[in-house]
């Protein structure tokens, strides 16, 4: 059985919704759902939440620079869960202190201690500083159904993120730097949807979760 407490550290903010163990992409999205209706009803300070995301982004190399070799089947499947699961609660604990308290949070400069990750890493923290960017100039004074619309857009993208981990690691085992940069994307993707649903929540006054969109 996967367990996500492997590659996530125990965060403080999330003492209220119970610590990240998604088995599935669904099993995220309601988790995130309930940290920040937790978050909202009975805020985290600020120190906690900057701590906890800080802590996730850290993970998050760790657990991408020591990568075996070849990994099973549902091994890169709960990689890549816990690459989604790890941006996406960093995600949302970032948007719920800027929602909620202003505050922008300055990305690390940690890098991979591969040096064909270095430009990955980077570009990494950069793009996710683009999202708050985005999100602060954008999402502050959105309609709620607007917001609602993102959520769903981005929940409906990345429902099959784990098969498309499985694939990609089946389909370039050798090279590991492929499915490494692949993890790094994942955990991107995972934060975008955390900071919107964090929108929501916060400028929206809404639980996250919009009707998927159906094919």
Do not use: C
């Not at 816990?82 to 996406?88: F, K, N, R």
């Not at 922008?104 to 990955?120: F, G, N, V």
């Not at 999100?135 to 993120?161: F, K, P």
């Not at 940069?181 to 929108?199: C, N, P, Q, T």
């Amino acid at each position: 059985m996967y367990v996500v407490s492997y590659h996530l550290p125990g965060l403080r903010a999330a003492r209220l919704a119970g610590q990240p163990h998604p088995m599935n992409v669904q099993d995220l999205y309601r988790e995130i759902e309930d940290l920040l209706e937790n978050l909202h009803a009975l805020p985290a300070s600020g120190q906690e939440l900057r701590d906890d995301s800080a802590n996730l982004k850290d993970r998050l190399l760790e657990m991408v620079d020591s990568l075996a070799l070849e990994l099973t089947p549902q091994g890169a499947r709960e990689h890549t869960l816990a690459a989604l699961t790890g941006g996406m609660f960093s995600g949302a604990l970032d948007g719920a202190l800027m929602f909620s308290a202003g505050e922008r949070i300055k990305q690390p400069a940690t890098e991979s201690r591969h040096p064909y990750l270095t430009k990955p890493s980077r570009l990494l923290w950069e793009n996710l500083e683009r999202v708050l960017e985005t999100a602060h100039s954008n999402w502050r004074q959105a309609h709620v159904d607007d917001l609602q619309l993102l959520s769903g857009y981005g929940r409906h993208e990345n429902r099959h993120s784990l098969e498309e981990g499985e694939a990609l690691e089946r389909q370039t085992r050798g090279d590991r730097s492929q499915f490494q940069a692949f993890l790094l994307a994942s955990f991107k993707g995972g934060y975008a949807m955390g900071v919107v649903d964090a929108a929501v929540m916060f400028v929206g006054g809404e639980r996250p979760g919009a009707p998927p969109i159906e094919d």
